[in-house]
């Protein structure tokens, strides 16, 4: 009796917790700041130690530096760009402000100077050690060894302005405006003995890789009698300074060779009010009392009226005998006489211009910084040789810059055409870094990606019109087609465009060139870029068993596999969806072993430098994505838990689904249900689509405010089903095919009971806001209906111009997404058949519609044109435009206005909800910030 009553008693207690699990709650709009991802992890060379960043949507970030074994070590509030030494014995990483410290100083409209600054944190990994400055502006910690560098500002304390005299204050204030435009305060620490060296007024600064040497440039303040302007070099070894150039002017593009040994540098010291300023090009070996100048404007041995360039990047060859950098046209001195409100402001378009004029416009900056490359031989009396000029003006250097040829291509004469084709047809070149010589690859120009292999022996590209991948040899200037023989096709086998298919694509090299890896659809391909001799890496497992291959090269690693090296390919079941990996060495003959394959997703292997440690995120629809490391996948260490508070929510599942479409194409989706998913219950269900996206089947979804996709995680938690089919596409029929595979998926799914056939909607961003456009125009049966960015007139839009790049609208329409196959004059009854404009009178669904007014990829009068043409009719619609917004949104503000909007309208629709008043009776333009509109209108109806 009394254990029963003991046993009754624990019961009691127990009642209380069990009924305050209860149902867990659904999604809302409250969430999203809180969720969290995992960011910018590393791991040591030696292995033994990890970071991560976990990042709030909103908010402030925490950094974790953990052991292998998940011994946690320091905890960071704000900790970012984190990095590990060379020697495995510390980190180095940016604290960034407080959040909300931003926030008010943003509110109160600081100037850039009186904003929060960055600190600097050190973290000895060995002792616990932990060391901070403050202000810091940047830092660069050497690659091969342990010392640090980085820029200071001076602090303004906060009490500064309240006990400071006046003239003090001002000398403050002088102080801090001077430092702006001087720079700031250099340290340079040797992190293993702490000495720390300090230097006043530096700009710019570069470490040596070894870290022995350091070099800076000073710009002093006005009046300094202890700083002189000048490009300086410490030597941390001896601890001197050596003066290498001096003066006022701007000095770039400081760089050591490999060794330390050598240093070159761009530098012009034009008066203030010189309206030309042209660079000139310094080196110093150091056993020189300074740095001299081996390339000056108007040097004889450049094209004249060139001058070296401020803008290109200088590089040293391995060996250090190879000094590249850029040259360039001096630019036309502005003419100061004009008056600006007194001369034309205009844009001449001319049809024979290479590029349209907004193009022009949109790559100005780049154009204006364009330099040519170049190399010269500071140990061999400055030899120089132009690499580029304005024919051949794209290069490539191998990862192996001792190599003697450099690769360029050229679509000079050729780019006009990009208008229809979308790319360009190109010629490529060997150039040789020792005479200049230039060696055509191909004579003909040709739609092909040109890449130089590592050790820059050979360079290889896919031929699009002969469908096999080539190689040039530039010892024998050879040509192989390396597939052409392998009776398997090397380009995507399922393209449904109205264009040349592209290729899978290049896995890697090996050591000195020996081989190259080369994707097919579902295997790696192994060969010989000399002779075309080819074997199956993946031993034919690929094909034989649906699954597809791939390799990335792991962060850490070099830009080439070693003899000895195991590879671990990534692999997707393509029928499952699921992923896991293999491994194979590079020598073996044997089929990749499977080492895990399951319903998760990865992330991009990390593995350590000197150790057979992996790092690396994984995930499924229902697993958050969290931070794992392992040898083999076989015994994996967990080392984040990231986003507990899911527990609380009713999230979701997701599952293949798999039906025929009327013409008999066999379809694939991906039906999302809630949690809480019964059967014997009726669903209202969105459908969101864009091209194909099962792949994404265990992709892990957050809930977030959207920049017009739709929350999959808020509408699957708030009682929805979501469905999104694959759509393949018929030449010409771009409409009809989102027809054929959408309207048949959820014709599918209709047949079962808990489907709510009276209660569908369906939703798409860009091109799949077009789809919504067009769907409605074919079907009613869709009870409601939001189109993001929509094109609804393609004769109006194919001569247009996509603004966020400047480039004309027509390739997209003849040759890539709209997939028309020709021009408007050519086949205007398929412009015109796959534009629902000219269809809307049938539309009975009530639509939203997003268009921006700054969108640089869809016309924002495609939305207009919807609007008011539906309005016209009398049709249910809404037209959503974010002032000075993009394609899709950017500002996180707009992106949660426009998620409760989403979710209010098909809430509506779908569930009988409400009208909130935007929908019922609108926002007037005098209520615009005052009222969003959000809240039921009393007594108002749709």
């Known amino acids: 009796m009394h254990k029963l009553l003991l046993l009754f008693a624990c019961l009691i207690c127990l009642l209380p917790a069990v009924a305050q699990q209860g149902p867990k709650k659904p999604l809302d709009h409250s969430v999203y700041d809180k969720w969290e991802s995992i960011a910018n992890q590393k791991i040591s060379n030696n292995g033994k130690y990890v970071l991560y960043q976990v990042k709030p949507q909103q908010g402030d970030a925490k950094l974790y530096i953990k052991t292998a074994g ?17 020697d495995s014995k510390y980190a180095v990483f940016q604290i960034k402000p407080l959040y909300k ?83 700031a305060t250099l340290t340079v620490v040797s992190l293993q003995t702490g000495k720390a060296h300090e230097f006043a007024s530096v700009t710019d600064y570069q470490l040596s890789k070894l870290g022995n040497k350091t070099a800076f440039a000073v710009a002093a303040p006005k009046k300094s009698k202890d700083v002189t302007s000048g490009l300086f070099v410490f030597d941390l070894v001896s601890g001197n300074v050596k003066k290498q150039s001096t003066g006022k002017g701007t000095y770039k593009n400081l760089a050591f060779d490999d060794a330390g040994r050598q240093l070159a540098f761009t530098a012009e010291k034009q008066p203030e009010k010189a309206l030309l ?80 004029q907004p193009t022009q416009l949109k790559n100005l900056k780049k154009d204006l910084q364009r330099n040519y490359l170049a190399v010269i031989y500071p140990r061999q009396a400055n030899k120089f040789v132009q690499l580029e000029d304005e024919y051949l003006r794209d290069s490539y250097m191998a990862e192996n810059t001792n190599a003697e040829y450099v690769l360029a291509v050229t679509d000079t004469a050729k780019r006009i055409a990009a208008q229809w084709e979308g790319g360009t047809r190109k010629q490529a070149y060997l150039v040789s870094t020792r005479t200049g010589e230039r060696i055509a690859i191909n004579p003909k120009a040709a739609k092909s990606r040109f890449q130089l292999s590592p050790h820059g022996d050979y360079a290889l590209w896919y031929d699009d019109a002969a469908k096999a991948w080539f190689s040039f040899a530039a010892a024998t200037r050879k040509v192989t087609n390396l597939t052409g023989k392998t009776g398997v096709s090397f380009t995507d086998e399922e393209n449904d465009s109205p264009t040349e298919p592209e290729a899978y694509g290049v896995a890697a090299w090996t050591k000195d060139d020996a081989a190259v890896l080369l994707f097919d659809r579902y295997d790696i391909w192994k060969v010989n870029p000399q002779t075309g001799a080819a074997v199956n890496f993946t031993n034919g497992l690929g094909r034989a068993n649906k699954l597809i291959f791939r390799y990335r090269m792991p962060v850490e690693k070099q830009k080439f596999i070693e003899p000895k090296d195991e590879l671990l390919l990534l692999a997707q079941n393509e029928a499952s969806k699921e992923w896991g990996y293999y491994q194979k060495a590079l020598a073996s003959t044997k089929a990749p072993q499977r080492l895990t394959m399951g319903k998760f997703g990865y992330s991009q292997l990390l593995r350590a430098k000197n150790a057979d440690v992996l790092l690396y995120t994984k995930s499924n629809v229902s697993m958050s994505p969290d931070v794992y490391v392992s040898r083999d996948f076989g015994k994996e260490t967990k080392l984040s838990a990231i986003n507990a508070q899911q527990q609380d929510y009713n999230w979701f599942t997701a599952e293949l689904v798999h039906w025929t479409t009327p013409k ?121 209906a939001w189109a993001g960015a929509p094109v609804v007139n393609m004769t109006s839009a194919y001569g247009g111009i996509r603004w966020e790049s400047g480039v004309s609208r027509q390739f997209q329409y003849e040759r890539t997404q709209s997939r028309i196959g020709g021009t408007l004059w050519e086949k205007p009854d398929l412009y015109i058949r796959n534009s629902p404009l000219f269809q809307l009178p049938k539309v009975q669904t009530p639509v939203v519609i997003m268009s921006n007014d700054a969108d640089g990829a869809v016309p924002w009068y495609q939305g207009i044109e919807m609007f008011t043409d539906l309005r016209r009719l009398g049709k249910p619609v809404w037209l959503l435009q974010y002032n000075g917004e993009a394609h899709n949104l950017v500002k996180r503000e707009n992106r949660k206005d426009i998620s409760i909007r989403e979710l209010q309208f098909f809430d509506h629709y779908l569930k009988g909800a409400p009208a909130p008043e935007w929908l019922s009776t609108g926002v007037p333009a005098v209520e615009k910030g005052r009222n969003w509109g959000f809240e039921t209108a009393k007594g108002a109806g749709l």
């Open 277 to 356: 300023k042209p660079f000139s090009l310094y080196y110093s070996d150091f056993t020189q009392d300074s740095a001299t100048t081996i390339m000056r404007p108007s040097d004889k041995a450049l094209k004249t009226g060139w001058s070296p360039s401020g803008f290109g990047k200088i590089v040293f060859s391995e060996n250090g005998e190879k000094l590249f950098f850029g040259t360039a046209p001096d630019p036309i001195p502005q003419d100061t006489t004009l008056v600006e409100f007194e001369h034309a402001k205009l844009d001449v378009w001319n049809y024979k211009d290479d590029y349209l």
């Open 70 to 86: 998940n011994r946690t070590l320091q905890q960071i509030s704000r900790g970012d760009s984190a990095v590990f030494s060379a």
């Open 664 to 784: 008999g194409y066999k379809a694939t989706g991906v039906l999302y249900k809630p949690e809480n998913f019964d059967p014997a219950k009726k669903y209202p269900m969105v459908s969101y689509f864009y091209e194909k996206l099962s792949d994404g089947l265990y992709k892990y979804t957050a809930p977030a405010p959207t920049p017009s996709r739709l929350d999959i995680a808020m509408f699957a938690s708030n009682g929805y089903l979501v469905f999104t089919p694959d759509i393949s596409y018929t030449i010409g029929e771009p409409g009809p095919s989102a027809v054929e595979f959408i309207n048949s998926g959820v014709e599918e799914l209709k047949k079962n009971s808990w489907v709510d056939g009276a209660r569908l909607g369906i939703q798409g961003q860009s091109w799949g806001g077009y789809q919504v456009a067009y769907l409605i125009t074919q079907t009613n049966m869709y009870a409601a």
């Open 101 to 183: 410290d931003v926030r008010q100083a943003k509110i109160k409209k600081k100037k850039p100077e009186e904003m929060p600054k960055d600190s600097l944190g050190i973290y000895a990994l060995e002792t616990g050690k932990l060391t901070k400055y403050a202000n810091v502006k940047s830092f660069q910690l050497a690659e091969k060894a342990s010392v640090l560098a980085f820029l200071a500002t001076k602090p303004l304390l906060k009490d500064d302005k309240t006990k400071a005299p006046a003239d003090t204050l001002k000398k403050l204030t002088d102080d801090l405006l001077d430092a702006k435009k001087a720079g």
